[in-house]
Nanobody, 121 residues
Framework: QVQLVESGGGLVQAGGSLRLSCTAS????????MGWYRQAPGKQRELVATATSGGMTNYADSVKGRFTISRDNAKNTVSLQMNSLEPEDTAVYYC???????????????WGQGTLVTVSS
């Protein structure tokens, strides 16, 4: 069982910044990757950014140059620094982790409860 706890959402004006953080805990062998997804009203959930345990990162084109993902493997945390926020960034942001189960070594997908980011124009 994996728990992901997110923090850092809120209301910000366009052009402002926010930082999201997520900590993973529970019974797993290791974390392969952590990342952030978002879902705006009436839209499908989409990838924002991911980072592997080896340091490889991947960003959605819409956030490249504005958002930065970082991980602390020792603390099982992932953060997302969001700069130059735009109203189009308004969404519920979800933390995701792909972990390796202890006994089966299977890859498991875990999700946080989501944190709302609202960017006003």
């Amino acid at each position: 069982q994996v728990q992901l706890v997110e923090s850092g959402g809120g209301l910000v004006q366009a052009g402002g910044s926010l930082r999201l953080s997520c900590t993973a805990s529970g019974n797993f062998l290791s974390i392969m990757a952590m990342g952030w997804y978002r879902q705006a009203p009436g839209k499908q959930r989409e990838l924002v950014a991911t980072a592997t345990s080896g340091g490889m990162t991947n960003y959605a084109d819409s956030v490249k140059g504005r958002f930065t993902i970082s991980r602390d493997n020792a603390k099982n945390t992932v953060s997302l620094q969001m700069n130059s926020l735009e109203p189009e960034d308004t969404a519920v942001y979800y933390c995701n982790a792909v972990v390796v189960a202890h006994t089966t070594y299977a890859a498991l997908d875990a999700w946080g409860q989501g944190t709302l980011v609202t960017v006003s124009s």
